[in-house]
């Protein structure tokens, strides 16, 4: 049972830290500042961002590949675009998905936050889930005892059930909410 949970952890490791883009090897990095607590955070050329803006009653949403920062433009390749509308008696929405993603210059000034996806957490998120599909399907069907008149093995359930349950609480916990929320560095920001 551990050979294949440990395997399947694997495979999400690779596949996370793995992920070819069409963005060079040298990638450059950007800096950012943490929204929270402003700590400079560094995001290469090529990570998936969200960019969201807000102008009265409209939110408007733009996620791809970052490309490029510049003074005055954030450029990333667009493959997602969410407009929001909300009133007093209605709320409209449009969103679009780009088959083809597109390169799009983002003002800087018009930016209030922007978001991206952390893999540790990710990986973290991926551990809660194989754990609770381990309590929920796995422990119960390895604890049939066919040999025994009672038909079930609690030891044995609860030998697997405990780590499981301890690995689904501390993996959803931490991995629950994979995106972290940066803001543009106030150098960049004009006056």
């Given at each position: 049972m551990r050979l294949i949970v440990l395997t399947y952890l694997l495979f999400v490791v690779?596949?996370?830290?793995?992920?070819?883009?069409?963005?060079?090897?040298?990638k450059?990095?950007?800096?950012?500042?943490?929204?929270?607590?402003?700590?400079?955070?560094?995001?290469?050329?090529?990570t998936y961002i969200e960019v969201v803006s807000y102008n009265k009653d409209t939110t408007h949403i733009q996620s791809g590949d970052l490309i490029d920062l510049n003074d005055s433009l954030l450029i990333i390749n667009m493959s997602f675009e969410d407009?929001?509308?909300?009133?007093?008696?209605?709320?409209?929405s449009k969103y679009f998905i780009y088959e083809t993603?597109?390169?799009?210059s983002i003002p800087i000034n018009?930016?209030?936050?922007?978001?991206?996806?952390?893999?540790?957490l990710f990986v973290?998120?991926?551990?809660?889930?194989?754990?609770?599909?381990?309590?929920?399907?796995?422990?119960?069907?390895v604890s049939i005892?066919?040999?025994?008149?009672?038909?079930?093995?609690s030891k044995r359930y609860t030998s697997i059930m405990r780590p499981a349950l301890i690995?689904?609480?501390?993996?959803?916990?931490?991995?629950?909410?994979t995106m972290i929320k940066l803001k543009l560095p106030t150098k960049n920001k004009p006056h």
């Open positions: 690779i596949y996370v830290f793995s992920q070819e883009s069409d963005i060079p090897r040298n450059q990095k950007f800096e950012f500042e943490k929204y929270n607590n402003g700590k400079i955070k560094k995001l290469k050329q090529g407009f929001k509308l909300v009133k007093e008696n209605f709320t409209f993603p597109y390169k799009t018009s930016i209030d936050y922007l978001s991206y996806e952390s893999k540790g973290f998120a991926s551990l809660g889930g194989v754990s609770l599909f381990t309590a929920l399907i796995i422990a119960p069907l005892d066919r040999s025994a008149p009672n038909n079930f093995n690995g689904t609480a501390v993996g959803l916990t931490i991995g629950f909410d």
